[in-house]
């Protein structure tokens, strides 16, 4: 015969409760009914005896044991309905506060060796490059095309020439502009002007000024267009022979003092056109040869250095040192065309070398201004040992331990390589050996 669920467990309940006196099997129930007898109000003085009584027994029992008189059985029936509106009231207590309580964990802040060393937040800095923002032209509604500088040109601009304060470059005493001989006339110094620029093409400052001071010395006559002409195109040659291509630039400067001669009254042009006619002078030396010589800004100068670095710093992004002046002429203020090329060739020749770019003790860098600087690198060491292994023995020996320091790679030791093509080389041969 099948019996119900309900039956079987109503059977079970009975026989826990049928006698008080059995005793107690399991510790934790013995422990509930104690906790549960002490906390009623209700329970009879007999049923809390018998369970202090029995609670130093040993228990073979599943259950607590329950009182067999009428009484005791009531006081168990109250006792498990105020445990069960004890667990309900708990409940809903919890549930009450985890919507009304908000818990705030504290909060742990990492904090990085570049928060404690000054140094080390300083070159962190260096990380934070600027970007790219070269200048833009606007379209307005009258159809005239306006071009916006770059974003905070004027720092960039005001930090470098802060910086040109404090090195001296070769071009600041050896450039073009200072190399003819003030106590010439007018006339004589603004040929020796063009003569200079003419020799400095693919040629260091120190080289040119070598040059030019030869010229000036053992030239009978000294270097005038008169002089020129009447000297021998071997000897013009060996005064010039430590420049870039002097064989080419000894036939150009013959053919310019004769053009001159010829054409403009022994006097160098005072017109763009004028100067870019003369064979071997290219826009770069017409744009200086008139600020210098004449003393009027109709064009900047562009060379290796000015083209290289503005598209170093985001300014424009052009293929060619043309290019590059017309971006510039678009916007930079007419005022600084004569300086930039000067400020430009001297940074160029100390701090943003073509090859080792000193990024580490350049402004912009540190300012976070140049989109192109270098990031120094962190020192890595590894250790080389070499083992020799005794198979008889059982032992390993080092022979040999060597420590390789991998140097931290500065940004002066990066290379830029690129080949960046002057303005003047164009028409120029191949560069001699």
């Known amino acids: 015969m099948r019996t119900s669920r309900i039956a079987q467990d109503s059977a079970r309940l009975t026989g826990s409760l049928s006698s008080i006196g059995r005793p107690l099997r399991s510790t934790r129930a013995k422990k509930l009914q104690k906790f549960a007898l002490a906390t009623s109000t209700t329970a009879s003085p007999q049923l809390r005896d018998q369970v202090g009584e029995e609670s130093h027994l040993e228990t073979d029992s599943d259950l607590s044991t329950a009182p ?27 549930a009450t506060a985890n919507k009304s309580i908000v818990v705030e964990e504290p909060v742990t802040t990492r904090t990085s060796p570049r928060d404690k060393d000054p140094e080390v937040a300083k070159a962190s800095a260096r990380t934070q490059k600027a970007r790219r923002q070269p200048a833009k032209k606007l379209k307005l509604s009258d159809g005239i095309v306006k ?18 304060r404090n090195v001296v470059a070769p071009v600041d005493t050896m450039g073009c502009e200072s190399l003819a001989e003030p106590t010439q006339p007018p006339k004589v110094q603004r040929f020796q002007t063009l003569v200079a620029l003419m020799l400095s093409s693919q040629t260091k400052d120190t080289v040119t000024a070598v040059a030019m001071k030869r010229l000036q010395e053992e030239l009978p006559g000294g270097l005038t267009v008169w002089a020129i002409l009447a000297v021998e195109s071997t000897i013009l040659n060996a005064l010039i022979g430590k420049v870039g291509f002097h064989n080419v630039k000894t036939k150009n400067i013959k053919r310019v003092a004769q053009i001159l001669t ?42 290796v250095h000015v083209h290289r670095i503005t598209n170093l710093w985001g300014w424009h992004k052009t293929n060619k040192p043309e290019e590059t002046r017309a971006s510039l002429e678009a916007w930079l203020p007419r005022d600084k065309w004569h300086d930039i090329n000067h400020l430009l060739v001297g940074f160029g020749q100390t701090i943003c070398t073509p090859v080792g770019r000193k990024c580490g003790e350049c402004t912009l860098a540190e300012k976070g201004l140049c989109p192109s600087a270098v990031v120094a690198k962190t020192v890595k060491k590894r250790v080389k040992k070499e083992v020799i292994t005794d198979a008889d023995a059982g032992t390993e020996m080092i022979v040999k331990e060597e420590v390789v320091t991998e140097g931290e790679v500065k940004a002066e030791d990066v290379e830029n390589r690129a080949s960046v093509e002057d303005i003047e080389d164009i028409a120029l041969p191949p560069a001699q050996t």
């Not at 309900?88 to 919890?94: A, F, G, N």
């Not at 054409?263 to 210098?292: E, H, N, Q, R, W």
């Open 68 to 94: 067999s008189s009428p009484q005791e059985s009531d006081d168990v029936a109250h006792i498990a309905v105020l445990n069960r509106d004890r667990k309900r009231k708990r409940k809903s207590e919890v």
């Open 147 to 164: 071009v916006e500088p770059p974003v905070n040109w004027e720092e960039v601009y005001d930090s470098t020439k802060e910086m040109r």
């Open 262 to 303: 010829d054409d403009f009254d022994s006097d160098i042009p005072s017109t763009i056109d004028g100067l870019t006619s003369l064979p071997g002078v290219g826009p770069k030396m017409a744009y200086l040869c008139m600020s210098s010589a004449w003393g009027r800004d109709e064009g900047i100068g562009v060379d």
